[in-house]
Structures are given as structure tokens and as C-alpha cells.
């Protein structure tokens, strides 16, 4: 009777390990894209995807403005019984999410490819990624902190430089490798009113690079005037631009 009981515990726990090892072996296989139709998919997912980034990936406007608010989709008069939170909201604290789904606005506006690799790391608003090219020229700025003996001798290097740009033999989405982060690029950004002035708030501070704390300055005061009747106010950092020690002491550590 126990040699029985024995057995039949023997061929039970093969049973399980065979088991066991048939779903890891599938699992695998479809973690792999190896699975039953998954290999088809994933090649449909990835001709997909190829599309669209062909086509619609890079943002270009060659009639792009300076600086303007594009579409204001925010439904104000909702906003006005959340007024009260709206005027009372403490520094360096967010609007609360909720008021997200009363819209969406849209800035567009140029600015330099440098200053864009920073307002980029905002992920709750959306953005394009804009196409480098010199059509919108040099970003001011940049020249205007150089002595005039230097100012003058980097016209002249970006002057020879668009030249030899203009004579490679390449496609568009090539070339904008060769061409310097200085230029101004056109930019789009659309995002819910907690989203947009995070940033602006986040993104105005005298320790943001000049050329992108001037556009978060500029949303701020639309805000404003757009928000004034529901309270919002926009907690600005007041200090002039200048250089800062303190900006070599930034880091990401726990506190």
C-alpha cells in the first residue's frame, strides 16, 4: 500500500515538472515574438510604426511664428467651481490631475535645438520632434554673449558652414546632423493646464538656459491673462538671468 502511495506521489510530481516546464518553454518562445502568431504581428507592429515615423515623426513649419498659443481647448467655465483651489495653490505644488480633462493647449514657437532637449524631458506634455534646419537662422542669444571679435569670427564660421551644408548630397533628415543645435527650430507643445504649467513654472527659474526660461515666461503670462478669471496664478522665479555657482551643485539624490 505505501510503495502504491509512493508511486503514485513519484508520477504526480513528473507530471508537474513536465507541466511546468511546457509553459516556461511557451512563455519563452512567445517573450522571443516566437510564439503562435506572434512573429506575424510583431513584423505588422513594426511596418506600422516605420510608417508613420517616415512620414509624420519630424515637426517642420517653415511659416512657424515666433511665439504664439495655437488652440486654447480648455473648458473654462467648468474650472470655475475648482476656483477657490485654483487661487489658493501654494508654491512649487501642482495643480491637482483632475482638472485634466477639461482640455488641451497649444503653444508653438521657435527655439534652439539645445533649449529643446531640455523642455523634452517633460513627458505630460506632448511634443513633436522638431527637424533641424537653418531656416529659422541662428539663435540670437548665443552670439550676443560672445566679445564682438569673436561675435564676428562666429558669423563668419556659420556662414562658411551653411555653405558647405548646402552642398551635401543628402536628404533632409540626413543633413540635420551637420547643422548646429544653435539654430531655431519650429516647436510644438500641446498639454492639460496642470501639465503646461508645471513646465512653465518648472522651466522659468533663473537656473534654465535663457532661451528656453524666455518662451516658459511668455506661456506664464498667457495663463494669466487666459486663467485670470478663474484665479490662476503663476508662481514665477523673479531673479534676473545671471550666472549661477549654484547650477554646478544640481544633482538628482534623495533628501
Known sequence: MQNKRNLYIALGLAGLAIIILVVGLTYKNWGNGTGPGEEAKF??????????????????????????LTRNGIDIKSLEKFKKFI?????KTELPKELKEYGDLQFEFLLDFGSFRDIQRH?????????????????????????PDLMKE????????????AKLKLDKYQKQYYIPMGYKLANKISGSLPSILYMCELRSTRFVHPTLRRRAIQIAKILEQKFKRVGLVVHLDKEPDRF???RGEHDIVMK
Open 43 to 68: 513584423e505588422k507592429t513594426e511596418a506600422y510604426n516605420k510608417n508613420w515615423m517616415q512620414e509624420y515623426y519630424y515637426y517642420e513649419n517653415k511659416n512657424s511664428k515666433d511665439f504664439g
Open 87 to 91: 487661487q489658493k495653490r501654494p508654491v
Open 123 to 147: 513627458r505630460a506634455i506632448t511634443q513633436r520632434m522638431p527637424l533641424v534646419t537653418e531656416i529659422h537662422g541662428f539663435e540670437d542669444w548665443y552670439l550676443s554673449e560672445l566679445p
Open 154 to 165: 562666429a558669423k563668419k564660421l556659420l556662414r562658411g558652414q551653411r555653405s558647405k551644408t
Open 244 to 246: 549661477d555657482v549654484k
